[in-house]
């Protein structure tokens, strides 16, 4: 489905495991259970403010390998899902709620308006000022162009962590 490949490569621009860490820069440590919690705290917080009804597909946290780093010891975390079967005004309005509540949740708005996609989907990125996870939510406005459903698709990314000393990556 299209719809994949677009939230996979919102994903990917979204982890610090892409060479966003400098060349002295190293990896926050983080268990991987701390790392994933965070991720669904931050989905809760996410669909608390969009507050709509509708159909969710939503795989949960994964964890990822982190660029060409040791996976053992380095990895990220992923959340993508996907709100449909609203009515694209109600998502447009739950777009403009995002703008606006996520600052007082530690996020700060990085950008709002249309993507650079044939479609200009209204797209909104931030970053969590305190876990430094990075977002990007869409609305994905199918009517009369695609037999597949309006949504909103929101991506979730960690930057590259490490865990702790003395132990491994467990998926």
């Given at each position: 489905?299209?719809?994949?490949?677009?939230?996979?490569?919102?994903?990917?621009?979204?982890?610090g495991?892409?060479?966003?860490?400098?060349?002295?820069?190293k990896?926050e440590?983080?268990?991987?259970d701390?790392?994933?919690?965070?991720?669904?705290?931050?989905?809760?917080?996410?669909?608390?403010?969009?507050?709509?009804?509708?159909?969710?597909?939503?795989a949960?946290?994964?964890v990822?390998?982190?660029?060409?780093?040791?996976?053992?010891?380095?990895?990220?975390?992923v959340?993508?899902?996907?709100?449909?079967?609203?009515?694209?005004?109600?998502?447009?309005?739950a777009?403009?709620?995002?703008?606006?509540?996520?600052?007082?949740?530690?996020w700060?708005?990085d950008?709002?308006g249309?993507?650079?996609s044939?479609?200009?989907?209204?797209?909104?990125?931030?970053?969590?000022?305190?876990?430094?996870?990075?977002?990007?939510?869409?609305?994905?406005?199918?009517?009369?162009?695609?037999?597949?459903?309006?949504?909103?698709?929101?991506?979730?990314?960690?930057?590259c962590?490490?865990?702790?000393?003395?132990?491994?990556?467990?998926i």
């Open positions: 489905m299209a719809t994949t490949a677009l939230v996979i490569s919102m994903a990917a621009g979204l982890t495991c892409s060479g966003m860490l400098g060349s002295d820069d990896p440590t983080r268990a991987v701390v790392a994933r919690a965070d991720a669904a705290t931050f989905a809760d917080q996410i669909r608390e403010i969009i507050d709509l009804p509708g159909k969710l597909s939503d949960g946290p994964q990822t390998p982190c660029g060409d780093k040791d996976f053992e010891k380095f990895y990220s975390v959340h993508m899902w996907s709100l449909y079967d609203v009515p694209v005004g109600d998502m447009e309005k777009m403009v709620r995002l703008k606006g509540e996520l600052p007082a949740r530690s700060k708005i950008s709002y249309p993507d650079s044939r479609a200009k989907s209204l797209e909104l990125t931030a970053s969590a000022t305190k876990k430094k996870y990075s977002l990007s939510i869409r609305l994905l406005d199918r009517r009369g162009r695609s037999e597949n459903p309006s949504m909103i698709s929101v991506a979730l990314g960690s930057p962590l490490q865990v702790p000393e003395g132990t491994k990556v467990v």
